[in-house]
């Protein structure tokens, strides 16, 4: 069974740092890994989204990469903001499933 | 245009209770998946229609869990004879065969409270 690791469980920045979260997988043969954002109470917001034959993704200040015959995938920040601060999620999809990590929470520092 | 949306938004209910949560996905998307979120976890998988039927239901914990999705569109999430356990956010999700392929869009979710 796929199991999906997030690694740091907690980070606390001032703002302004850039920052990277880490997401590893247990099974290489994934469809493709997805990143989420999720705000305390709320459902989850996706950020992006890379297939299995691509490396990396970006949007405004975020990249996302994906090497995945190591089982790995980071989300880079870049210039955080108060803003930012969330729970954020990564999700592999393996057969019909989509397998997540437990999150990382993130806090911006003003 | 709208996104998937989730009724109720919570529940309260007692022991023992039947208990249905509706999830409305995205229009045109024909993937649906059902998910349920304990606190302090990532979802955790129950459900996959494509269409009218489950292609997996592989997830869904024992036989007092039960979800359909008669036309396609709609699907209701049902659980009889509820248990204290089953308190979590149960979270829908659809995705189109078009574009971004199997990119997930999220619901609010329902928060399930079993007293």
């Known amino acids: 069974k796929q199991e999906v690791t997030q690694i740091p469980a907690a980070l606390s920045v001032p703002e302004g740092e850039n920052l990277v979260l880490n997401c590893s997988f247990t099974d290489s043969a994934i469809y493709n890994l997805q990143w989420f954002r999720q705000d305390p109470g709320k459902g989850l917001t996706s950020l992006l989204l890379i297939q299995s034959s691509q490396r990396e993704q970006t949007s405004g200040r975020l990249n996302a990469s994906l090497d995945k015959s190591s089982g790995r995938s980071t989300l880079y920040i870049a210039a955080s903001q108060p803003g930012d601060s969330a729970t954020y999620l990564c999700a592999v999809k393996a057969g019909n499933q989509f397998y997540f990590g437990t999150g990382t929470s993130l806090t911006v520092i003003p | 245009g709208a996104g998937v949306s989730q009724t109720p938004s919570n529940k309260v209910t007692e022991k023992g209770k039947y208990v249905e949560l509706r999830c409305d996905p995205i229009?045109?998307?024909?993937?649906l998946y059902w998910y349920r979120q304990s606190l302090g976890q990532g979802p955790e998988f129950l459900i996959y229609?494509?269409?009218?039927?489950?292609?997996?239901d592989s997830g869904l914990p024992n036989d007092r869990f039960f979800a359909v999705r008669p036309e396609g569109s709609v699907s209701t999430l049902k659980i009889q004879r509820t248990e204290r356990g089953d308190s979590a956010v149960y979270l829908c999700?659809?995705?189109?065969?078009?574009?971004?392929?199997?990119?997930?869009?999220f619901g609010p979710g329902t928060r399930l409270t079993v007293l």
């Open positions: 229609f494509q269409g009218t039927g489950a292609a997996d």
């Open positions: 229009s045109g998307h024909t993937a």
């Open positions: 999700a659809s995705s189109s065969p078009t574009g971004s392929y199997n990119e997930q869009f």
